[in-house]
């Protein structure tokens, strides 16, 4: 029996239901047993432009998605005109006939660099700028087409149950589609339509009217449309497997490490975490960690940051959830948490930037922000997680670190992380555990804050502690806090904070700091979410005999040289892979171990890497055909 690796691509305006009908392909095929990995696509823009959604399925676990499509899920031309050529030539192209005669120059939305693009194409193959003319080489290449008049299925749907409404309801396009797809790879109803009554449990009417939908569209694709060679019957399904989205990681993490106020001002793509919370903010969490979590919009990014500060002076665990814009905001009083020595912990996805750049596009810009954010020195972590099911686990360490230490945390997330849909292996809180550090319950006698000890950590109180009166300044400040210029007492106090930086260092687990997945002559290096396309692509190159080690470096700062330095001594040929321009992770391995990286991976076209790209990157450098920078640029 052969193994199963099906990509499917779904596609239409923004706000025409993609990410919901992405959802129930995820859902359904998640519950007959498959591993999923899907990923979301769209513009900044509420309503029209081009929106889309590609989902792999596997019976083997996966971490990425890959650049060629099996199957395409249209709904409109632009999907059609922009994804025609990623369909594989065993493939199928599902569309709405009713488009036929549509040229480039009636899709409004089609910027004018791609349609030129398009154009130039079409021209070498000698094709109308038309979708005819995209379906035709399509067609050439082996991708097999299968046309479907929308209009005309939500017509006949409308006679047959005699409800005149679905008649014009072009908001179901995206289950005409779904239903489409799954009649055609002949997966059973079954479970389609336990996953629309699931996803509108609390609607009863909508679930009806989308199974009748779902049913009539099915049976239409496995009557019409047979012979296609991908199929997906069902697979024995792994015990305790969860389908999640990309926030859900971060969200949960912080329920169950008894983080309980967290402050956030929207911003993409760090706002869904925010709202899960919210969604959820009178869920009690059980067993040795009760309450649940207040979240307080606010009305800026300097009074989130303001808000969690005070709120972690109470002596609670406090949090915010921001993007690269919010971050530049936060940088002030992030320096006044890290004088006062306050634990905090600041979720920081990652966007394109710089200003505003691409909102709702994915990069890895902040690396080096993020380190020296704030002015003048003061200690801090920044900490990375390289996938959704590591985000749960790592938030709980955050916190503990940010508690242990009583410092600043920045845990580095990112919009391909924020935007996927994975399968992973069912969260467990009990792997979670909480270390509240040197916070105190009572005080006895004079109580010295800032009081200097032998590994420069002090003791904590919180307001309202009795005799645990303390004192917060943004100037420089004695045992007491209270404000001094002393030059002696500044240097201490300067040695004690940054004394801090050693101590984490030797504290965390080198497992925690960096995480080895094989050292060979060639060996990548890297961080954050690149880790899946990273795996994939080495265990591709395993199978013909290439043999790539990698190392995910998490503790970005304090930098963790000599443990690098050790695992890297037999590589010949170091590669740093990561999305941004300037290989940021790259100037802190040079900075940090006095070493030079041989090649760059490097992704900044604001869409997330796929393995596909990265396979053939390390390909060519085994081959000693790569460029020192090799720049990928898969993605519409």
């Known amino acids: ?13 923004q706000g025409s239901g993609v990410e919901s009908g992405a959802n129930v392909f995820s859902k359904v095929c998640a519950e007959m047993g498959y591993h999923v990995f899907g990923k979301r696509e769209f513009y900044s823009n509420i309503k029209g432009e081009h929106s889309y959604f590609t989902v792999r399925v ?23 005109f922009r994804h025609f050529d990623e369909v594989a030539p065993d493939g199928g192209i599902i569309y709405d006939s009713d488009l036929e005669k549509t040229t480039t120059d009636d899709v409004h939305t089609l910027d004018n660099y791609f349609k030129e693009r398009l154009h130039k194409f079409l021209e070498s193959k000698n094709k109308p700028f038309t979708i005819p003319g995209v379906l035709e080489i399509a067609k050439e290449k ?3 087409l299968y046309p479907v008049s929308f209009k005309g299925l939500l017509a006949d749907l409308s006679e047959k149950t005699q409800n005149p409404k679905l008649r014009g309801l072009v908001r179901m396009y995206n289950v005409l589609g779904v239903s489409l797809s799954l009649g055609i790879i002949q997966m059973p109803v079954d479970s389609l339509l336990r996953s629309l009554d699931s996803i509108f449990a609390k609607k009863p009417l909508v679930a009806e009217i989308n199974k009748q939908a779902a049913i009539f569209s099915h049976d239409y694709a496995t009557e019409k449309f047979t012979g296609f060679s991908h199929s997906l019957s069902g697979n024995k399904k792994d015990p305790d497997t969860i389908l999640v989205q990309g926030h859900f990681g971060t969200a949960m993490g912080k329920m169950v490490s008894g983080c309980r106020f967290q402050s956030y001002y929207p911003i993409t793509p760090a706002s869904d975490e925010s709202v899960y919370l919210e969604s959820h903010e009178l869920l009690e969490v059980k067993h040795d960690r009760p309450g649940s979590t207040l979240v307080i919009q606010t009305e800026d990014e300097i009074s989130a940051m303001g808000m969690m500060i005070g709120a972690s002076l109470t002596g609670v665990r406090a949090s915010t959830s921001t993007s690269g814009p919010g971050f530049a905001l936060m940088a002030e009083a992030l320096g006044w948490a890290g004088i006062n020595e306050v634990p905090i912990v600041i979720t920081l ?12 596009r994915h990069g890895q810009d902040d690396l080096l922000f993020a380190v020296h954010a704030g002015h003048g020195d003061f200690p801090k972590i920044v900490y990375a997680s390289g996938d959704i099911e590591e985000s749960f686990y790592d938030t709980g360490r955050c916190f503990n670190y940010s508690d242990v230490f009583q410092i600043p945390v920045i845990h580095m997330m990112d919009k391909f992380l924020s935007s996927s849909v994975v399968t992973c292996k069912r969260f467990d809180p009990q792997k979670i555990t909480i270390d509240r550090g040197q916070l105190l319950e009572k005080t006895d006698g004079e109580y010295k804050r800032f009081a200097f000890t032998d590994n420069g950590i002090s003791p904590r109180s919180r307001l309202g502690l009795d005799n645990g009166i303390f004192w917060n300044t943004g100037d420089e400040s004695d045992e007491y806090g209270h404000i001094t210029e002393d030059p002696q007492v ?3 106090m300067m040695d004690k904070r940054m004394s801090r930086l050693d101590l984490v260092l030797k504290q965390i687990s080198q497992d925690d700091q960096v995480v080895s997945f094989g050292v060979h002559d060639y060996t990548v290096i890297s961080w954050g979410s690149t880790k899946g396309p990273i795996i994939d692509a080495i265990e591709l190159l395993k199978k013909e005999g290439i043999n790539i080690g990698f190392i995910q470096i998490k ?3 304090p930098f963790p040289a000599d443990y690098v ?10 590669i740093d892979v990561e999305a941004n321009h300037s290989a940021q992770l790259g100037k802190l391995y040079n900075q940090n171990v006095l070493g030079d990286i041989d090649y760059y991976i490097l ?3 604001g869409r997330g890497m796929t393995s596909t790209e990265i396979y053939d990157s390390l390909k060519k450098i085994v081959q000693n055909k790569a460029n020192k920078r090799e720049i990928l640029s898969h993605g519409a």
Do not use: C
């Open 1 to 13: 029996m052969s193994s199963v690796d099906f990509s499917w691509l779904i596609g239409g305006p």
């Open 349 to 360: 996805y990652q966007r394109s930037g710089p200003s505003t750049g691409l909102p709702t």
């Open 555 to 557: 503790l970005l700062h």
């Open 142 to 144: 082996g991708v097999k």
């Open 565 to 574: 330095k050790l695992l890297l001594k037999d590589a010949k040929t170091i």
């Open 603 to 605: 992704k900044y076209t």
């Open 490 to 492: 500044r240097i201490k």
């Open 58 to 80: 596997s019976d083997k676990k996966i971490h990425s998605n890959v650049n060629d499509v099996t199957l395409m899920a249209s709904f409109d031309a632009e999907t059609i």
